[in-house]
């Protein structure tokens, strides 16, 4: 967008301590794609770069400015056009997802996804430009200038990091019926400090959100388990439950049926498993029906009387 006529909002908008501002415009505002012009009320019109047409009933727009300058606007429409019922999802047509920080998540195939590679050397990117903000005097030119190129840093890292999951999350919900994920405490695991750093980088409340909105939008079902089933610790072949297992042990062998397992994609395989036990999908003894979904997303639902346990001790 043309930043000219925006100038008039300048004043809600301070740069650059939060990475994106906003405000919202709830109504009278007008399109025109052959002309290439959003027209706001009190702002009046401005020059746009459409990245698609769209046709239906335009709901509010949200205009955003990133911290680097570049001006955005996001217009909601609807369609009319209903979500897609959930298709049917059965043993072979599910997959179980089980993040870490190993790896980024493990599928109950036994795919691993790593952590992608740019983030590390974009953190050490970001260090040193953050080193040189610090070193420029306050109210300076040269530090508005450092304080630009570490804003384009930061927003480079979101980008690819956000490029990273979508393609992920993409190809998960295509090729699989139903997703099975773990519900995390995310918000509660950041108090440990230690461990925040990595799990904001790998961002997986921002993969499950997105999980969750390309279910709905492809005729998918998310389902997700309580984070209380003890999914590292049984075996997924037997039942074993492990009890003695540590944080620090990858790799085990199970002592009932003497399957190796690796600790990860054990996890995912029983992700799965009970979520689809609590489907009734499955039985312990892994006897498979296929039901159509009456529910597209059980959230953590819990049907304890319906999910015989596995064999403790
Ligand atoms: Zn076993």
């Known amino acids: 967008m043309d930043p000219g006529p925006i100038q008039f909002y300048r004043r809600f908008v301070t740069l650059p301590?939060?990475?994106?501002?906003?405000?919202q415009v709830p109504q009278h505002?007008?399109?025109?794609?052959?002309?290439?012009?959003?027209?706001?009320?009190?702002?009046?019109?401005?020059?746009?770069?459409?990245?698609?047409?769209?046709t239906g009933k335009?709901?509010?727009?949200t205009v955003a400015v990133t911290s680097t300058g570049k001006w955005f606007i996001s217009i909601l429409v609807d369609d009319g056009k209903p979500e897609p019922a959930p298709v049917p999802f059965a043993l072979d047509t599910t997959l179980g997802i089980d993040v870490g920080l190993a790896d980024f998540a493990t599928l109950s195939t036994g795919e691993k996804i790593e952590n992608s590679r740019y983030l590390?050397?974009?953190?050490?990117?970001?260090k040193v430009l953050q080193r040189r903000v610090s070193?420029?005097?306050?109210?300076?030119?040269?530090?508005?200038?450092?304080?630009?190129?570490?804003a384009r840093c930061h927003e480079k890292v979101a980008n690819q990091r956000n490029d990273f999951l979508h393609n992920l999350s993409f190809r998960v919900v295509s090729e699989n019926q139903a997703i099975a994920v773990e519900s995390l405490n995310v918000a509660g695991m950041q108090k440990n400090y230690k461990l925040a750093r990595s799990i904001s980088d790998v961002s997986w409340s921002t993969f499950f959100a997105m999980l969750e909105y390309k279910c709905r939008k492809y005729g998918k079902t998310l389902l997700k388990i309580g984070q209380f089933d003890p999914s590292s610790k049984i075996c997924s072949t037997c039942g074993y439950l492990k009890q003695d297992l540590a944080l620090a042990d990858r790799e085990w062998v199970c002592p009932d049926c003497g399957t190796t397992h690796d600790r990860d994609i054990n996890a995912a395989i029983n992700i799965k498993k009970f979520a689809l036990q609590e489907q009734n999908l499955v039985g312990v003894s892994g006897a498979e029906r296929t039901v159509e979904p009456v529910d597209s997303l059980p959230m953590g639902r819990r049907m304890k009387q319906e999910t015989p346990p596995f064999r403790a001790g």
């Open 17 to 23: 301590k939060n990475p994106i501002q906003s405000f």
């Open 135 to 150: 070193r420029k005097k306050k109210g300076s030119k040269n530090r508005q200038k450092a304080i630009l190129r570490l």
């Open 120 to 126: 590390q050397n974009s953190l050490q990117r970001l």
């Open 29 to 54: 505002y007008t399109v025109d794609f052959e002309q290439g012009r959003v027209k706001l009320p009190k702002i009046g019109e401005i020059t746009t770069v459409f990245h698609r047409v769209f």
């Open 58 to 61: 335009m709901k509010y727009a």
